[in-house]
């Protein structure tokens, strides 16, 4: 039985949630909490990101979620992905 098959019984809905699992950091800039710094990511590394983010999402309709939320607020990898896709493009 899925987690979600539960909540399903009650009529009502459910999202998973995901995010980059590695350091909150951006490059050059530094982590606030262990005050280590990021490192720029080859092409490689965010081809692999983006597979995994996918994977994630896949997993979660097979897991019958209604949806995901792709978190990438603030200094989240995500969120400087967005800002480089805007100046490539």
Known sequence: MFFTTLVH???SKILMQI???RMKTTYNVGE???NTLGKAMIKDE????VDAFAKAGKRSKESRFEG?????????LLKWL???KILII
């Open 9 to 11: 019984q009650y009529d």
């Open 19 to 21: 995010a980059y699992g």
């Open 32 to 34: 606030r909490v262990t």
């Open 46 to 49: 965010i081809d692999y990101i």
């Open 68 to 76: 995901v939320e792709i978190h990438g607020a603030h200094t989240y």
């Open 82 to 84: 967005e800002v480089l």
